[in-house]
């Protein structure tokens, strides 16, 4: 039997049983057993289904079919350990195990666990009441709990059901939002919001702005998560309202150039995030799809949609969109391994160039980019600046002379001519999204090396990049 197909095993007779005892939570009881029994593969639970360690009291246990004799140790208050042969329950087989812990501790010294629904308390009044001796019992237990995630095998309260993530690091919440959303939550959508930004300072942006938008949650470059709008609410973000229903929207921190990279610390913070609300809102897996009718008709289960999908944007950028398979496979591998704090497949290290004025000074980064033209060309806008790779090794020193701002000044050109593409991205290697037909004059405001032209300039509107090549400043 596997540790998964023990718990799974162990949860349901302890869910089974529990209520009939007047206990109303079940992961501490799981995870008692898991650790007594070491997944059921001790001599105790092996030779006589004990799986609690249930020592053998006459007449306790009505499902208890005979005595066990095995030597135990006990701890005793000043730590040191004592062994002897000690008698121990034995049961006919899981079943009876579970139905025997559940006997043992019907008794009045226990009579406090009853009605307890948090875990941790259930815990300390079993170890005060001398279930256990063992001093670091309860961190122990506990341990296991959030290893496993038993508490999934909790009653849900009503209202937890549309909770926020406990991994929220900063809370403001904003106007901007419909409340309440009128769909359950079936989809993640992951945006980029075009700046190095921390979660306070995305979620302040929110709560301030005229503009009418939000986002229920947003990543910080430095993988802090700010919560922004309820779970159970509507956020303004993707530009179509059934989708943000039925979503839940993050806006990760990024550069604000293509192809809008976000910063490690991000990434793996987003990875966490959409775990936890895949977990607590039951999706059970996330599915990816890179053909957008797949994605925004939720077909084959796809549960994964983009910002560019309903408006004329980059969103969620080249950087992330292109990671949105991982991110579901990484995602998945937490769900089904059901441990956050170990990935089930290593993690490949893309490598990652950083622009920074020195390695030790990270909050000067200006970027993380994953094309070393890219950083390269941060690093030359930015006078005293470098491209480091993730070991902190110098790849690139800028041009320190040259006279360009720190700050990208918006800048007029005049389109020479007279048909003008503008792309969704810096290249030609990305689609069209239109064309400038009219010589007019436009604002840039950013610029970008890439494919098929000197430089790219970003139109102000929104729209996409265009060739300076074919533009005159004014
Ligand atoms: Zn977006």
């Known amino acids: 039997m596997s540790k998964e197909e023990f718990i799974k095993q162990i949860a349901a007779y302890v869910k089974q049983y529990a209520p009939s005892y007047g206990i109303k939570v079940y992961s501490p009881i799981i ?60 049961f006919a087989d899981m079943e009876n195990g579970v139905i025997g812990y559940f006997d043992f501790t019907n008794i009045s010294n226990y009579s406090n666990l009853k009605g307890v629904t948090d875990p941790q308390k259930y815990l300390e009044k079993i170890k005060a009441a001398g279930y256990a001796t063992s001093l670091s019992y309860v961190d122990n237990v506990m341990a296991v709990i959030k290893n496993w ?28 939002k419909t409340s309440p959303r009128n769909h359950a939550i079936d989809t993640i959508t992951i945006h980029c919001i075009v700046g190095q930004w921390t979660a306070k300072q995305g979620c302040d942006y929110f709560a301030t702005t005229d503009r009418e938008c939000s986002a229920n949650y947003v990543v910080g470059k430095d993988g802090s998560i700010g919560l922004s709008v309820d779970e159970k609410d509507r956020s303004w973000c993707s530009s179509n309202r059934a989708n943000d229903m039925r979503a839940i929207t993050i806006e990760v921190a990024s550069d604000t150039t293509h192809p809008y990279a976000v910063t490690d610390q991000a990434y793996e913070a987003l990875i966490k995030l959409v775990a936890d609300i895949c977990k607590r809102n039951g999706i059970k ?18 549960n994964m949609t983009v ?33 956050a704090t170990t990935p089930a497949t290593p993690t490949t290290t893309k490598e990652l160039y950083r622009v920074r004025k020195t390695w030790a000074d990270a909050k000067s980064q200006k970027g993380a980019y994953s094309i070393l033209a890219n950083a390269k060309a941060m690093a030359d806008k930015n006078p005293g600046y470098s ?74 509107s929104g729209a996409g990049w265009i060739s300076l090549d074919y533009t005159k400043r004014v």
């Open 31 to 90: 995870a008692q057993a898991i650790l007594e029994s070491a997944y059921g593969t001790s001599e105790l639970a092996v030779n006589a289904h004990n799986y609690f360690g249930l020592k053998y009291r006459e007449g306790r246990c009505k499902t208890c079919i005979g005595i066990y004799n095995k030597v135990g140790s006990e701890q005793n208050p000043d730590g040191s350990y004592v062994s002897s042969a000690m008698q121990w329950c034995k």
């Open 149 to 176: 995630d038993l508490t999934q095998y909790d009653e849900k309260k009503e209202e937890e059901n549309m909770s926020n993530s406990s991994l929220v690091t900063y809370t403001r919440i904003t106007n901007n």
């Open 387 to 460: 491209v480091f790779d993730s070991k902190g090794n110098v790849v690139y020193t800028g041009k320190s002379t040259t006279t360009a701002t720190q700050k990208f000044t918006p800048y007029l050109v005049k389109v020479t001519a007279s048909v003008l593409n503008i792309r969704k991205g810096a290249g030609t290697n990305y689609g069209t999204n239109g064309a400038i037909r009219d010589k007019g004059v436009y604002t840039i405001v950013a610029e970008s090396t890439g494919k098929g032209a000197s430089k790219w300039g970003k139109l102000r």
């Open 285 to 302: 897996k996330l599915v990816w799809s890179t053909n957008k009718s797949d994605r925004v008709n939720h077909k084959n289960g796809c």
């Open 307 to 339: 910002h560019r999908d309903f408006a004329n944007k980059n969103c969620p950028g080249d950087y992330l969109y292109n990671r949105h398979g991982e991110i579901a496979e990484k995602v998945n591998a937490i769900l089904n391994g059901g441990t």
